[in-house]
């Protein structure tokens, strides 16, 4: 026979009958091929190895003949020292209980690396019935024991984070139910613990959601898709309070392909939910009335065609205009002025039904939108009350004043079917009462068209002017008193249209400001100023200052200072010869911010003036602070100082004023002897108005520089009162 470790099967014989099997070449094939050892050891205190298979040297790292009678090392000293008692204690109690053990240790090889074994075994008892040998098979566990422990982190790690996510974690049931929650979750919805939570909730559907509805959507989606994304709703909290809440979840499927369960997140976003709603408050309605801006506005309007169109009912578009606003606001401030639009917008909303809306379009104007309309009877019965209303006397810190607007009313369907429409046949409709003697209302009128169609045109061509070459700088000259010269001239833009031809400012400066189109066509008189001044030096001519009005949506716009630079810049022109100009009454709007833009543009080193000082309500604390040189009185307050006491009393206030504060004082409107006369005797610094020069073409104020003898100028800028009164040079050109 052969040797045990080179038995084989014998060949099976040419007969059918089966040769005899070799059981010992076969264990020893089994045993040699196991990944493991079987073992055969001693019951003693080194548990003594009589017998390893090959195994033994893949699982330890030593032969078997090292193994074999503890030759080398005995089995019990490479067991990591931590794990014997452990085990020996396991091995014994089963071997007193005469039962088979398994039990999971450490082993160090023979190189030093420590690796997991699961050894089982059974003891044997000796001719006497005695326990004396253990036979067993011990295997490498590593990688079970390291997926195992990987498992393990696992659910520590997920155990820590559920326990201690801020966000609500979940498991429900598709029926609405809940299986599991953290304690984000029970904080978010008012409960003490998860248990209290899922013990209170029972129905998710009719218990949480503020709309059944949206438990319906949720459960649609996942079944759907299987996944809900920010799926935002309204839910109760324990206390009653409700809150918003924004849930992420899958469903969970069994293997039959049904839902096990939903698990997901949910977040609080109440608090975030609330900002977007001041946000989008704020940026539907006016900051200062409350009331709804023109852009909601808009929107007001088209429900109430809508629902018209459905109804079979008019729809009323009321333009609202306060009568000699600006009168006020100037005169007393625009504190004043903001109270008095409050009390207007109040008085308003007293007047109008619920389903009714009342906007602020801008400054003074409001627009009320009247629903269900019948007739032109019951829009003229809710406007007569409205201006009885508002004629109603206001009083203001024991100060009564009288009030009144004028009203437009355009109509869907008769004047248009959509919000631009109705407002622009309204806004036309309150220009006719206004000149119909204000205090008053008109209907649209088909005739008013022409009106409307006369602005759209002007602002069409306005839109293509600047690309054109169509607007022109007029220059009036600004005298210095003491010396009797030009120092300075006023930039004026005239728009010289094909059609209509010279056009003044007042007719299309509004537009310009309305659309946007103020901003590049103040950047282009900033920008022809700074080089013609350039070029009048270039030529030799006296170096003047050459003053820039700013418009408040130009002041107001972020990249003011960059381009005033650019226009130096380009220009070639030192900043000391250019003056920027802001009226007093938009100086005093936003005082604090203003100061800080007027301080970024005196870094730049041009010269700062408020004009039409003495119309607004500066405060003189803020007026010391800000970075001005000069103030330039407004002409209404010039035409009457020979004639009216008040008038003389505030120009000499105001020189002494600006005299005070160390800034140069100039006077416009300077159209008589008289005005200079005056103005010379107080001291006023510099003068300007039509008794020197109208506002001239660029050629025009070449000539004055230069005091050509073919000048038109014939008075030449003299301050000598007894020249021809008022100068007549360019007596064509429009101021």
């Given at each position: 026979m052969n040797s045990p470790h080179h038995a084989h099967l014998a060949e099976p014989a040419a007969t059918d009958t089966a040769a005899p099997l070799d059981v010992t070449r076969l264990l020893t094939t089994i045993t040699d091929n196991l990944v493991g050892m079987i073992y055969r050891c001693r019951i003693d205190a080194t548990w003594t190895m009589e017998f390893v298979s090959d195994g033994c040297h893949k699982l330890t790292g030593y032969r078997h003949e090292e193994l074999i009678f503890n030759n080398r090392v005995s089995y019990d000293q490479i067991t990591v020292e931590e794990d014997r008692?452990?085990?020996?204690?396991?091995?014994?109690?089963?071997?007193?209980?005469?039962?088979?053990?398994?039990?999971?240790?450490?082993?160090?090889?023979?190189?030093?690396?420590?690796?997991?074994?699961?050894?089982?075994g059974v003891g044997l008892?000796?001719?006497?019935?005695?326990?004396?040998?253990?036979?067993?098979?011990?295997?490498?566990?590593?990688?079970r024991m390291a997926a195992n422990e990987a498992l393990r982190e696992a659910v520590r790690?997920?155990?820590?984070?559920?326990?201690?996510?801020?966000?609500?974690?979940?498991?429900?049931?598709?029926?609405?139910?809940?299986?599991?929650?953290?304690?984000?979750?029970?904080?978010?919805?008012?409960?003490?613990?998860?248990?209290?939570?899922?013990?209170?909730?029972?129905?998710?559907?009719?218990?949480?959601?503020?709309?059944?509805?949206?438990?319906?959507?949720?459960?649609?989606?996942?079944?759907?898709?299987?996944?809900?994304?920010?799926?935002?709703?309204?839910?109760y909290r324990h206390d009653g309070r409700i809150i918003w809440i924004s849930e992420n979840a899958r469903a969970v499927m069994n293997t039959d392909g049904s839902v096990q369960f939903f698990e997901g997140t949910a977040v609080d976003i109440t608090e975030r939910k609330q900002h977007e709603a001041e946000l989008e408050h704020q940026a539907s309605h006016d900051s200062l009335t409350g009331l709804p801006n023109r852009s909601l506005l808009r929107d007001r309007i088209e429900q109430a065609i809508a629902k018209a169109r459905r109804d079979r009912h008019r729809v009323a578009v009321v333009f609202v205009d306060l009568d000699h606003f600006k009168l006020i606001n100037d005169s007393l401030g625009h504190h004043v002025g903001d109270r008095l639009l409050l009390e207007v917008a109040d008085r308003l909303v007293a007047c109008v039904r619920g389903h009714d809306s009342v906007a602020r379009q801008g400054g003074d104007e409001f627009v009320i939108v009247l629903t269900e309309q019948h007739d032109e009877d019951e829009t003229l019965a809710i406007v007569s009350r409205l201006l009885e209303v508002i004629s109603q006397p206001w009083v203001d810190e024991g100060q009564e004043y009288g009030l009144s607007c004028s009203v437009g009313i355009s109509c869907f369907p008769q004047d248009g079917d959509d919000p631009d429409a109705l407002l622009r046949c309204a806004d036309?409709?309150?220009?006719?009462?206004?000149?119909?003697?204000?205090?008053?209302?008109?209907?649209?009128?088909?005739?008013?068209?022409?009106?409307?169609?006369?602005?759209?045109?002007?602002?069409?061509?306005?839109?293509?002017?600047?690309?054109?070459?169509?607007f022109r700088v007029y220059y009036q000259p600004r005298i210095e008193v003491a010396s009797g010269r030009i120092i300075g001239a006023e930039a004026l833009i005239r728009w010289d249209c094909p059609s209509k031809g010279l056009i003044p400012p007042d007719s299309f400066i509004s537009i310009a400001e309305e659309t946007g189109l103020i901003i590049p066509i103040g950047q282009w008189i900033l920008q022809e100023a700074c080089r013609q001044n350039s070029a009048w030096q270039r030529a030799g001519l006296p170096p003047i200052s050459v003053s820039v009005n700013l418009s408040p949506i130009q002041f107001r716009?972020?990249?003011?200072?960059?381009?005033?630079?650019?226009?130096?810049?380009?220009?070639?022109?030192?900043?000391?010869y250019l003056e920027l100009?802001?009226?007093?009454?938009?100086?005093?709007?936003?005082?604090?911010?203003?100061?800080?833009?007027m301080q970024s543009l005196k870094k730049l080193g041009v010269d700062m003036a408020v004009d039409d000082f003495g119309t607004g309500y500066s405060s003189l604390s803020y007026l010391k602070r800000f970075p001005v040189d000069r103030l330039k009185i407004d002409k209404s307050f010039v035409r009457d100082i020979d004639s009216d006491p008040d008038d003389a009393a505030i120009v000499r206030a105001i020189i002494t004023l600006g005299h005070a504060l160390g800034l140069k004082v100039v006077a416009e409107g300077v159209e008589t002897s008289a005005h200079l006369e005056f103005?010379?005797?107080?001291?006023?610094?510099?003068?300007?108005?039509?008794?020197?020069?109208?506002?001239?073409?660029?050629?025009?104020?070449?000539?004055?520089?230069?005091?050509?003898?073919?000048?038109s100028c014939h008075c030449q800028a003299t301050l000598d009162p007894h020249t021809a009164d008022g100068c007549r040079c360019a007596g064509q050109a429009l101021e």
């Open positions: 008692e452990r085990v020996s204690r396991t091995i014994h109690a089963a071997l007193d209980g005469n039962e088979a053990f398994d039990v999971e240790y450490r082993i160090r090889r023979a190189d030093g690396r420590v690796c997991w074994v699961l050894e089982r008892r000796d001719a006497h019935g005695h326990l004396a040998w253990i036979e067993g098979f011990i295997q490498d566990i590593s990688e790690r997920y155990s820590s984070i559920f326990e201690h996510a801020t966000e609500g974690i979940f498991q429900t049931t598709p029926e609405g139910r809940y299986l599991n929650a953290n304690p984000a979750l029970a904080r978010i919805y008012g409960h003490a613990s998860p248990d209290e939570l899922i013990a209170h909730l029972h129905d998710i559907r009719r218990q949480l959601y503020v709309l059944p509805e949206r438990r319906e959507e949720f459960v649609r989606l996942m079944q759907e898709q299987g996944t809900v994304r920010n799926f935002e709703s309204q839910v036309a409709a309150m220009y006719k009462a206004k000149a119909s003697g204000r205090s008053t209302y008109h209907f649209f009128t088909p005739e008013l068209n022409q009106a409307i169609s006369e602005r759209l045109e002007l602002e069409n061509s306005l839109r293509h002017a600047l690309e054109r070459d169509e716009h972020a990249g003011l200072v960059s381009s005033v630079a650019a226009a130096l810049a380009q220009a070639e022109l030192d900043p000391a100009e802001l009226t007093e009454s938009f100086v005093m709007q936003d005082a604090e911010r203003i100061n800080v833009a103005l010379q005797r107080h001291g006023c610094d510099e003068l300007q108005g039509y008794y020197f020069s109208r506002p001239v073409p660029a050629d025009g104020m070449e000539a004055l520089l230069r005091g050509r003898a073919d000048s």
